[in-house]
Antibody, heavy 121, light 108 residues
Framework: QVQLVQSGAEVKKPGASVKVSCKTS????????IHWMRQAPGQRLEWMGW????????QYSQNFQDRVTFTRDTSASTAYMEVSSLRSEDTAVYFC??????????????WGRGTLVTVSS | EIVLTQSPGTLSLSPGERATLSCRAS???????LAWYQQILGQAPRLLIY???SRATGIPDRFSGSGSGTDFTLTITRLEPEDFAVYYC?????????FGGGTKVEIK
């Protein structure tokens, strides 16, 4: 079955960077895209962007394009999301989810369980 | 950017009652590219509905979605104890993908 397993919780100081991993299994990694979302405490889900696991093409939401980088390791069927210059407002649970390459199908059946990133001095 | 506004913010109902949740878009969502999710505290969202009205695999038929354009509805015909949760709509009609603010369905 399809699984997305995310890395564990992180505590970072303001100004630092964090890298979250999303290890996938149960499907052909390179035939899909990985989307990243985040959810601050008590807030709505916020879409951050996506990476094509096949060719590495990325698209970022305007709110994140300056500080976020998506990468992937096809040999490990794993996607990564790195946020730099962290600030307290980045405290949130970060989720990965997979989807087909065709944007007509960009609803999310399979999600990771989320990674809590806490930014605190 | 398409802004999704959900109402009400909180719905207080008893098990067995009917729940009607609304999701209104700031501009038309083309081809009914709208999904609904259920989220229980501390968990990832669970897909309920896609394409505005198609139930995802394994979702009970007490959940149904309807609507088009800018107005969409999620209906739960008879609330079961496990249905008390937060529900979000999401549009995938245009980038950036956006989510609504959520409706909390709580036990009355």
């Amino acid at each position: 079955q399809v699984q997305l397993v995310q890395s564990g919780a992180e505590v970072k100081k303001p100004g630092a960077s964090v890298k979250v991993s999303c290890k996938t299994s149960g499907y052909t990694f390179t035939n899909h895209v990985i989307h990243w979302m985040r959810q601050a405490p008590g807030q709505r889900l916020e879409w951050m962007g996506w990476i094509n696991a096949g060719d590495g093409y990325t698209q970022y939401s305007q709110n994140f394009q300056d500080r976020v980088t998506f990468t992937r390791d096809t040999s490990a069927s794993t996607a990564y999301m790195e946020v730099s210059s962290l600030r307290s407002e980045d405290t949130a649970v970060y989720f990965c989810a997979n989807a087909m390459s065709d944007s007509r199908y960009w609803y999310f059946i399979h999600w990771g369980r989320g990674t809590l990133v806490t930014v605190s001095s | 950017e398409i802004v999704l506004t959900q109402s009400p913010g909180t719905l207080s109902l008893s098990p067995g009652e009917r729940a009607t949740l609304s999701c209104r878009a700031s501009q038309s969502v083309s081809s009914t590219y709208l999904a609904w999710y259920q989220q229980i505290l501390g968990q990832a969202p669970r897909l309920l509905i896609y394409g505005a009205s198609s139930r995802a695999t394994g979702i009970p038929d007490r959940f149904s979605g309807s609507g088009s354009g800018t107005d969409f509805t999620l209906t739960i015909t008879r609330l079961e104890p496990e249905d008390f949760a937060v529900y979000y709509c999401q549009q995938y009609s245009s980038s950036p993908l956006t989510f609504g603010g959520g409706t909390k369905v709580e036990i009355k």
